[in-house]
């Protein structure tokens, strides 16, 4: 897969919904349960991230659910993907990308989202082919008004912010030009899968489903 068909693809992912919820969990049973409410709710696009023993079977059974685009974030190396791909994920997105990760994901046609902070590592991307790309940290690095500067220098690329992008910022993000969607974690709070609280989940995922861009 060439970086302009893994961005192509990812545009048509980041359009379907204005969040990707960014998923970290410990125990695979309540990855379906949990997968049923968020893509119920209307966020279909899943990013399981690998940073549990968990996460691969998460990704397995949430592939199971009808409608769930599932990912694997957090991808570090070319084990990672081959380790992501097998276990059903469509798509990938990580916080940063290096030549051997983005080689991977070509070689093994896993459209990869890669992360990147500075106008630079863009550049870079962009030069390779990437126009999708994740802005992370995207509270760290300063926010909305990063992304806005960026827009008229870099009008070709698209992001998707992640990194403390709760509800109190999202619309601010989401109002920009060159932002797709973002990515967050606060639809999936750890206390309302603890407890099994999925209409909780599908509510809050609805209202995520309904912000403007």
Known sequence: MTPQEASRKNEDLCRR??????????DA??????AEALVKGGLP????????????DVIREMSQVEGGIVGAGTLLTPKDVEAAK??????????GATDRLLDA?????????????????????????????KFFPAESNGGAPVLK???APLPQIRFCPTGGVSPANAADYLALPNVL??????VAPANAIESGNW??????AREAATLAR
Do not use: N
């Open 17 to 26: 919904a204005p969040v990707i919820p960014v998923l970290v969990l410990k």
């Open 29 to 34: 049973a309540t990855a379906r349960p949990l």
């Open 45 to 56: 696009a899943l990013e399981v991230t690998l940073r549990t023993d968990a996460a691969l």
């Open 86 to 95: 097998e276990a059903g994920a469509l798509f990938g997105v990580s916080p």
């Open 105 to 133: 994901c070509e070689e093994m046609d896993l459209p990869l989202l890669p992360g990147t902070a500075t106008p630079s590592e863009a550049m870079r991307l962009y030069e390779r082919g990437y126009t999708v790309q």
């Open 149 to 151: 500067a960026w827009a």
């Open 181 to 186: 969607c973002v990515g967050g974690s606060w």
């Open 199 to 204: 209409a909780h989940i599908e509510q809050l």
